[in-house]
C-alpha cells in the first residue's frame, strides 16, 4: 500500500517561509507527477504547483515567485519552499501524486493535508 505523508506546516507570521515536505512510502511503486493543492476554509481546492518526474513545473499566479516546488526521485518525496508569505495562503495543503502501483495500475493519491496559517 502507498502513501503520501506531508510534515512542515505551521503558524508563520506575514513575510515568512516554510518549507513544505511530502513523502510516498510502501513499496512497488513508481510516481509520475506530484504536486501541492490547497483548500482554504470556505473554498474550493486549488492547485499551487506541479513537478513532473523530469522536473518540469507550473504553479498558479497567486504563488508564482514566491513558492518553488521541487522533489527527490531517490526519496521519492516532494517538497513546496513557500517564502514571502501571505495570509491569504493560510489554508489546508494537500501533496497529491499519480502513482503507478504493482498489480494495481495507475492511480490518483492524496496526503491527509497539513495546516498552513499566515498571521497579519
Known amino acids: 500500500q502507498v502513501q503520501l505523508v506531508e510534515s512542515g506546516g505551521g503558524l508563520v507570521q506575514a513575510g515568512g517561509s516554510l518549507r513544505l515536505s511530502c513523502a510516498a512510502s510502501g513499496s512497488g511503486f513508481a510516481i509520475n507527477d506530484m504536486a501541492w493543492y490547497r483548500q482554504a476554509p470556505g473554498k474550493q481546492r486549488e492547485l499551487v504547483a506541479r513537478i513532473t518526474n523530469s522536473g518540469t513545473t507550473n504553479y498558479a499566479g497567486s504563488v508564482k515567485g514566491r513558492f518553488t516546488i521541487s522533489r527527490d526521485n531517490a526519496k521519492n518525496t516532494a517538497y513546496l519552499q513557500m517564502n514571502s508569505l501571505k495570509p491569504e495562503d493560510t489554508a489546508v495543503y494537500y501533496c497529491?501524486?499519480?502513482?503507478?502501483?504493482?498489480?494495481?495500475?495507475?492511480?490518483?493519491?492524496w496526503g491527509q493535508g497539513t495546516q498552513v496559517n499566515v498571521s497579519s
Open positions: 497529491n501524486a499519480e502513482i503507478w502501483v504493482v498489480r494495481r495500475g495507475l492511480g490518483d493519491y
